[in-house]
């Protein structure tokens, strides 16, 4: 036996240095130190030897495995250095760039919004969130909208199976917004209310926020859009101040080569109302599908804050006026980029996303 394991040794030994790869080190590390190498079989049938002999090859067998460990190391330790500098046949080359990783990217309505707001927050005005399950109150009522106005329809959308309950005290009759049902709120406007209740004046906020309505969804319709709404209260303000402030948004964020228009609109909580709308870019105005042969697509509406809406929230209408707007925000990079169909943003083909 022990003849044969110094057969073994020299033979395993002589292959071992001819080995130039790391495949080859592991077939042969499988072949002489694997489960059913040669010599875990000699290591098995020491027991068949006498005591004597069973010792001295049970520690011939143990130094031949450990010299063939020790070897197998130190020639990988070899071949993994020669790879790193490129001294054998296989290697690779470190200096080769590396794979690029695909990056995401914000989705384009998410860019359209920070544009929208970067824009604002350079005329002065401060970014606010708030709440896209709303009361009825703040939806409708503090703007005007009692239950049953007509306005209400224009703005069906999605409510929440809860019914109201308040168990809390009632205040000169009035009950409080969350006895009111709940919905999805319609547009941003609610955070007009919100604001105001919480901010003396000047205010001067801008609200970026995601809107339900129940709508029949078309080339510049859906039933969940963006709106950014806008609000500015201070002593003096005016129409004028609506329009400037406004003209100037179009202006750094269409170019000041594209038309504006203003038109008498009605919302029951300004007086009076406007509503603004921006050439269609892809008819330059003589009229297609998208803005209904018109030549124009309106992205906002906008007016000055109802005083009743002001004394809502315990300002003083004789002394604080204000201009509010609510614009869809999908519409506007349809207008500068001459997206075709509103629908494109919310269907994922990463063909459209990619452009952006
Ligand atoms: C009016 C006066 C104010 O003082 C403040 C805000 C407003 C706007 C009001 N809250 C409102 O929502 N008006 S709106 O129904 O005409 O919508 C405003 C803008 O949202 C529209 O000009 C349009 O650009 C966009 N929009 C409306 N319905 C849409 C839509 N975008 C996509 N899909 C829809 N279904």
């Not at 240095?17 to 072949?31: G, P, T, Y």
């Not at 929208?116 to 708030?130: D, H, K, T, Y």
Request: glycine share 8%.
């Amino acid at each position: 036996m022990s003849s044969l394991l110094d057969a073994l040794q020299s033979k395993a030994l002589a292959e071992l240095a001819s080995i130039a790869d790391l495949k080859n080190l592991e077939d042969w590390r499988i072949l002489y130190l694997g489960k059913k190498s040669q010599l875990n079989q000699a290591l098995r049938s020491l027991s068949s030897l006498s005591i004597e002999e069973r010792r001295q090859m049970g520690a011939q067998a143990n130094q031949l495995k450990a010299l063939l460990e020790s070897s197998l190391e130190d020639k990988k330790k070899t071949l993994q250095q020669a790879q790193l500098t490129g001294t054998k046949q296989e290697y690779f080359d470190i200096t080769l760039p590396g794979r690029p990783l695909t990056l995401g990217r914000l989705h384009p309505v998410t860019q359209t919004i920070r544009e929208i707001c970067s824009i604002f927050s350079g005329l002065g005005f401060q970014v606010v969130e708030g709440p896209e399950v709303e009361w009825d109150y703040y939806n409708f009522e503090s703007l005007n909208i009692p239950p049953g106005h007509p306005a209400r329809d224009m703005w069906s959308t999605f409510w929440m199976d809860v019914s109201p309950r308040w168990s809390g005290p009632v205040s000169q009759g009035h009950l409080p917004a969350q006895a009111s049902p709940m919905l999805l709120r319609t547009h941003t406007s609610p955070m007009q209310t919100r604001v105001m209740e919480k901010t003396k004046p000047p205010v001067r906020v801008v609200i970026p926020g995601k809107v339900y309505r129940y709508e029949a969804t078309d080339a510049t319709h859906e039933s969940q859009f963006h709106q950014v709404e806008g609000l500015a209260v201070d002593e003096g303000i005016t129409l004028a101040d609506l329009k400037g402030t406004l003209y100037e948004f179009a202006r750094r964020f269409f170019g000041s080569d594209r038309k504006a228009r203003f038109r008498c609109d009605y919302f029951p909580f300004v007086e009076p109302g406007v509503e603004m709308a921006i050439d269609c870019w892809v008819c330059k105005g003589a009229g297609c599908r998208l803005c209904g042969q018109s030549g124009w697509i309106e992205i906002l509406g906008a007016g000055m804050v109802h005083p009743h809406v002001l004394e809502r929230v315990g300002y003083d209408s004789s002394k604080y006026t204000g201009f509010a707007f609510g614009m869809g925000v999908e519409r506007m990079p349809m207008l500068k980029n001459g997206i075709d169909d509103i629908r494109h943003f919310f269907t994922n083909d990463l063909r459209f996303l990619r452009q952006f």
